[in-house]
C-alpha cells in the first residue's frame, strides 16, 4: 500500500532553516509528481511546492518562492523540502502528498514551528 512519512520538523527561529524529507513506499515512485502541502494552525491545508516525477521541474506557492527548494531522489524513493530564511507565518504541519489511482495519499505530517 502507498505509505509516505515525513521528518524533519522542528522549533526553528526566524531566519533559520531546515530541510524536510518524506519516504515513500508502495508505488512506482518515478512516474508520480510529489507534493508539498502546508497547514498552519487553524487553517485549510495548502499547497506549498511541487515536483515532477523526474525531478527536472518544479513550482512553487509565491510566498516561499526564492526560499523554499524541492528536490527528489528517484533512486532512494525521497522527496525533500530544503526551507531557508523561514518566517513565523511558515509555521504549520508539512505533509507530502501522491495523487495516485484518483486518490490522494498524504503522510502523517511533520511540524514545523518558526518562533523566537
Known amino acids: 500500500q502507498v505509505q509516505l512519512v515525513e521528518s524533519g520538523g522542528d522549533l526553528v527561529q526566524p531566519g533559520g532553516s531546515l530541510n524536510l524529507s518524506c519516504a515513500a513506499s508502495?508505488?512506482?515512485?518515478?512516474?508520480?509528481?510529489m507534493f508539498w502541502y502546508r497547514q498552519p494552525p487553524g487553517k485549510e491545508r495548502d499547497l506549498v511546492a511541487a515536483?515532477?516525477?523526474?525531478?527536472?521541474?518544479?513550482t512553487y506557492e509565491d510566498s516561499v518562492k526564492g526560499r523554499f527548494t524541492m528536490s527528489r531522489d528517484n533512486a532512494k524513493n525521497m522527496v525533500y523540502l530544503q526551507m531557508n530564511n523561514l518566517e513565523a507565518e511558515d509555521t504549520g504541519v508539512y505533509f507530502c502528498?501522491?495523487?495516485?489511482?484518483?486518490?490522494?495519499?498524504w503522510g502523517q505530517g511533520t511540524q514545523v514551528t518558526v518562533s523566537s
Open positions: 502528498m501522491v495523487h495516485y489511482f484518483r486518490t490522494n495519499y
Open positions: 508502495g508505488f512506482t515512485f518515478n512516474r508520480y509528481a
Open positions: 515536483i515532477t516525477s523526474d525531478g527536472t521541474s518544479t
